[in-house]
């Protein structure tokens, strides 16, 4: 243990302390390795962890700050603070009546085809005064942190004007300046095309490249740029030119891939070195092959797939057996997937993906951290590393996709402070 660092946080007597020591990132057989240690201990000092075991063991040596706090967790489960690599916090209208036209047998495509869908989206964020947009999407924050999260990635993409795309990710930084939540921006200006450019495709890419990435990268807004890569959206080559040139501005790519259609979508993001791959769900074999080989985390949302009502899902089996490294996320957004529950998340890739608790544990912490660009710092419990914690009020950490629907959270630890459950 760290000497002489006064430990201002005790967790002790944990039931199941779920570590996710060991492998960064988690692949294959790995996914399942949580590092559970039975009657553990984590120990904070300031923001830091400093040491984590055996209760009996750090409880006895510690030297506590004058200003401490001790929680006891027995029959109770700690884990890492989940991480959730895909979201769209910033808009400005929630998009319930595109939910009712879906059960009236309308298709998404359709829906946005008609002019709904994602430019529906943008008519209204575009009018949104930056505090009624920020208020918005610091409930979806606050939300996502009550079921567990620690930290976000979080798109713009609802602009789709230098000005829009600028005003929204300067919504994410002011939230990551004063919410508790840490949040990792993405410039998804390719999120679509918008209405003014629908016969000028072309030109809004360029607008994109020339115009959008420089800006964004000059106010350094964003760590990340996103491409929604799909047939009637963004081509393989629109997506290809777009990330390139973020890339020359810093941003490390991610892309919106095979969500609806295989389109190659992953193969490019293979070939790029993509920070991530996210959807999948149409992901072709070669995909699979050339992701296994990569660096490039595949996020598998199988809440965009519940909501949306289709039964198709990403063949995680086939990807976490072949060696491609796998993360789940909510993609929280007001059109396709309109949840903050990451366990929620959890539930669902144990039917659907039938991925165990620990593979989607492994996935939503050490795997999405690596999702971040955050691996060596986030997603697990080890000394030296970031104290984001979250304790469930559960014996036994298999409940966790078990009992769905229903916050098991009992607290939540940003930064070695508790910040839900005081
Ligand atoms: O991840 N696929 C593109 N983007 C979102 C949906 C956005 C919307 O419909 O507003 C997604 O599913
Ligand atoms: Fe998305």
Redesign the pocket.
Known sequence: MAKNKKITLLIKNIGQLVTMQGQVPRRGKDLADIGLIENGAVAVSGDEIVAVGNSDEIAGKVDLAENHTVISAENQVVTPGLIDP?T?PV?AQT?EMEFEMRLAGKG?MEI?EAGG??RS?VRSLREAEPDELYARARKTVNTLMAYGVTSIEAKS??GLSTEAEIKSLEVIARLNENEAMDLYPTFLGA?EVPDEYRDRHEEYVDLVINEMIPAVAERKLALFCDV?C?DGVFTVDESRRILQAAEKHGMRSKI?AD?LKSTGGAELAAELGALSA??LVYISPKGIDLLAKANTVAVL?PG?SFALGLNEAAPAREMIDKGVIVSLST?C?????MTESLPMIISLAALKLKMTAAESLAAVTVNAACAIGRGDTLGRLESGLTADITIWDMKDYRELPYHYGVNMVKMVVKNGKVVVGR
């Open positions: 895909h769209h808009f998009r998404y946005a869908g994602i989206s993409g609802y999120h929604f799909e919106h969500e996210d959807h949302l965009t993609d957004n007001p059109g396709s997937s």
